[in-house]
């Protein structure tokens, strides 16, 4: 399906019964797209002026856009499942920033952008499956603050590019991990930990909240835990855990207390 429209107001909206594949298509305006019975997929780079919403109306039924596209207003993506969490999300906006629009995925979200803004959000990113983010040109920045991903994070940023990350529940980071510059990483609801080692270029912060509960075994009520494995970071870095409720607990001592420089 190739769609062409002119001017800002030239909007266009298309639902297939079956799936849907994008050959090289331009909306001025904003493009809604939606797949009844299919995945979602571009064979050609999609120029989007406007906002982007894409769903897959059928459980488990994948959305594949990874032909370095430019859209530039929010970019929103729903999938649903049937219990196989196989609803996977894959973008890639080449080298226009990417706004992250309120998204329901079930599956994993795999997102990349070149542009020096990067990747942000302006909704909750509900994701049931692992999270990927990177910047691959540009000294690329993430800024993400209303993740709820519920699987590992794994995040990459070109050269000196920042991250800000705010996750909802708990955070897994996945091994690979490279933040090129300074990195600022929060658990709203849960404990802060890794699968691998973790690299920061820049001062790295890490605050881990539980609302008024029990961390795991051996931990101070009302406070998070942080990573327990290795963290390499070439400035300083900043661990911290903000109780919600008041504990009488005086120290918290971190699973391993490692840290390369």
Known sequence: VALSTNGETGNATVVNATLLDFATTGVGGNLIATATLGNITDSGVITVGGTSSFTTAANDQAITLDSANAMTGAVTFTTATGGGNTGNVIIDNGTTALNIGASTI???????????????????????????????????????????????????????????????????????????????????????????????????????????????????????????????ARATMGISTKPIMPTTAANLTPRDSSVAK
């Open 106 to 232: 079930s599956g994993s979200l795999t997102a990349t952008s070149g542009n020096v803004a990067g990747i942000t959000d302006s909704g909750n990113v509900t994701v049931t499956g692992t999270g990927s983010f990177t910047t691959d040109a540009n000294a690329g920045v993430l800024n993400l603050d209303t993740l709820v991903v519920g699987g590992a994070l794994t995040l990459n940023t070109n050269g000196a590019g920042n991250a800000t990350i705010v996750n909802a529940t708990a955070i897994v980071l996945a091994a690979n991990t490279n933040i090129g510059g300074a990195a600022s990483i929060t658990a709203t609801t849960g404990n802060i930990t890794d699968s691998g080692t973790f690299g920061g270029g820049g001062a790295s912060g890490f605050t881990a909240e539980v609302a008024g509960g029990a961390g795991p075994p051996g931990k101070i009520p009302g406070r998070g835990c942080i990573p327990r494995h290795k963290v390499v």
